[in-house]
């Protein structure tokens, strides 16, 4: 299974489509044509440490990001609510690649409200390995006749 931004970002919209079905999902900041409510995801960090047998752990920090209209009068209580909903959802989400599925978990969830945004922070932890080089096979001259030294 391959992991990217871009197949997070699509299978987090899939999932929180129907919580938020008004909202547009973008895959990262769209300060263009953008249509509100809308959400997009952006990637804060990335590390990775050494784990047993040759695998890496692999922390990736996570901001989804949710904007409504500024001007509105209600819109503390807006992003209150949008951040209420996504602790109730965001524990776990399925996640796909296109080829398979899995359930990631999110660790460390946090949310912050701005003057202008709803920043909903967390970090997922991967254990990784990366593909193992192939080398062709070597050939080698058989000779399946058995000599009794004789040449």
């Not at 489509?17 to 509100?36: G, H, T």
């Not at 003057?115 to 050939?139: G, I, K, N």
Request: aromatic residues 12%.
């Amino acid at each position: 299974m391959n992991f990217t931004l871009s197949t997070v970002a699509k299978s987090l919209a899939d999932y929180l489509a129907p919580l938020f079905p008004d909202a547009a999902f973008y895959e990262d900041p769209n300060q263009q044509d953008s249509r509100c409510p809308c959400m997009f995801l952006q990637q804060r960090y990335s590390y990775t440490t050494l784990q047993p047998m040759g695998r890496w752990l692999r922390r990736v920090g996570l901001d989804l990001t949710f904007l409504e209209d500024y001007n509105l009068p209600n819109l503390q209580q807006l992003y209150q609510s949008a951040a209420e909903t996504l602790d109730l959802a965001m524990e776990t989400f399925p996640y796909s690649d296109g080829e398979g599925t899995a359930l990631l978990r999110t660790y460390d969830r946090e949310w912050r409200i701005d003057l202008d945004a709803l920043h909903y922070r967390f970090e997922l932890r991967l254990l990784v390995s990366l593909p193992e080089p192939q080398t062709p096979m070597e050939t080698m001259d058989y000779n399946p006749e058995v000599t009794d030294g004789q040449g």
